[in-house]
């Protein structure tokens, strides 16, 4: 069965640094979100692409965080700098139609 | 303004028994609503969903109603196994963006 992929799966880094997280979405799949989700919430969208173009970053703190998809395919998500409040699960997913969306298994950022 | 509610925080079952998570909404706009599975340190696991158009899915050992009138959908699980054990997160649909619930820590147990 085919899934999303993303990595590192797990990351610590100091409070100031730059952090990025990548994602693989399901082959054929248009549209890709990242999600966060802090401990005891639901996760909360940052930024939605179709195809390479974004739909939705109006929750995506645009003074450090950034997220690209330049070739319609994979994308990043970058963090600078970090800030401990950033401490979360990343969550990366995918939808062939935008209904049902499928999630990667995260990846959980320590900011120290 | 939190658009999609899961007011219980965790629920306690025991195997065999059925487990019903209850979900709340407040935006009339939403047209499709889904269920999903969490287990710790994994992203979420895509369980169940339904369109506003009906009232009731089932699937195997789940089953999601829905209530338009009063925005209102719920998850039966039955029977319940321990392997249910895990986080279930509601979410609604408008124009494809996803809002999630809190979600409801379920608890099967042997």
């Known amino acids: 069965e085919a899934e999303v992929a993303q990595s590192p799966r797990y990351k610590i880094t100091e409070k100031s640094q730059a952090v990025a997280f990548w994602c693989d979405p399901i082959s054929g799949h248009a549209t890709l979100y990242w999600y966060r989700q802090i401990l005891g919430q639901g996760p909360e969208l940052l930024v939605q692409f179709q195809d390479e173009s974004v739909v939705d970053d109006s929750q995506l703190p645009k003074d450090r965080f950034s997220a690209e998809r330049l070739k319609g395919v994979d994308s990043t998500l970058k963090i600078q700098p970090a800030e401990l409040g950033d401490s979360a699960m990343y969550l990366c997913a995918s939808s062939p139609t935008g209904n049902t969306i499928y999630f990667g298994e995260g990846s959980w950022l320590t900011v120290v | 303004d939190q658009q999609v509610k899961q007011n219980s925080p965790s629920l306690s079952v025991q195997e065999g028994r059925i487990s019903i998570l209850n979900c709340d909404y407040t935006?009339?706009?939403?047209?499709?609503f889904l269920w999903y599975k969490k287990y710790p340190a994994e992203g979420p696991t895509f369980l169940i969903s339904?369109?506003?158009?009906?009232d009731k899915n089932e699937d195997g050992r789940f089953t999601v109603f829905l209530n338009k009138s009063a925005k209102h959908l719920s998850l039966h699980i039955v029977p319940s196994q321990p392997g249910d054990s895990a986080v279930y997160f509601c979410?609604?649909?408008?124009?494809?963006?996803?809002?999630f619930g809190t979600g409801t820590l379920l608890a099967v147990q042997p």
């Open positions: 935006n009339s706009m939403f047209d499709y």
């Open positions: 339904i369109s506003s158009i009906k």
């Open positions: 979410a609604a649909s408008a124009t494809n963006k996803l809002i």
